[in-house]
């Protein structure tokens, strides 16, 4: 199973606050570049206020969203409270190979640990009072960069280094 975290972020690393919409702050090229990347992966995994910020299903994906609340699954949508390795288990189980993170907060640290590549899209804003995610000391290896517009919004893309890369 890949699992792919896809993220923007403030030139400081913030990457939402309670002062901005947590999905609409990004700029238009870092949406369209978000849309292609998750549409070939092909499945989103998302938090509930995530998916209540977007208000509808990503279209022509897989939506797992993770809640505790009791809700009726629908075409292209999994409504669970299952843990990481539960819902990465059930894709491999339905043979999906590869997924991607888009948040929130806690569905990104839950789900780190198991994830092999990150799309940082780094807009050049500061964000008032941003959060920060948190997460355990882990090396990646700088893969790609590609400049989205010309105020300067950029994503890296990342690499996750396995034991016998520090060998």
Request: proline share 4%; net charge positive; aromatic share 10%.
């Amino acid at each position: 199973m890949h699992l792919s975290m896809i993220v923007v972020t403030d030139i400081f690393g913030g990457f939402s606050t309670k002062d901005y919409d947590p999905i609409n702050w990004g700029s238009k090229e870092d949406k369209k570049h978000f849309r292609k990347i998750t549409t070939e992966i092909g499945t989103v995994i998302m938090g509930r206020k995530t998916f209540e910020s977007i208000g509808h299903p990503l279209k022509d994906r897989l939506n797992i969203i993770l809640t505790t609340q009791k809700k009726e699954n629908k075409e292209n949508i999994i409504f669970t409270k299952g843990s990481p390795e539960k819902i990465i288990k059930f894709l491999e189980n339905q043979k999906i190979h590869s997924a991607a993170i888009i948040g929130g907060k806690k569905v990104f640290e839950d789900f780190f640990p198991f994830v092999d590549k990150l799309y940082i899209t780094i807009e050049p804003i500061v964000l008032e009072n941003a959060q920060k995610l948190n997460f355990p000391k882990t090396s990646f290896k700088l893969v790609a960069t590609n400049v989205l517009n010309s105020k300067g919004t950029i994503v890296l893309e990342y690499k996750k280094l396995s034991q016998k890369d520090f060998l």
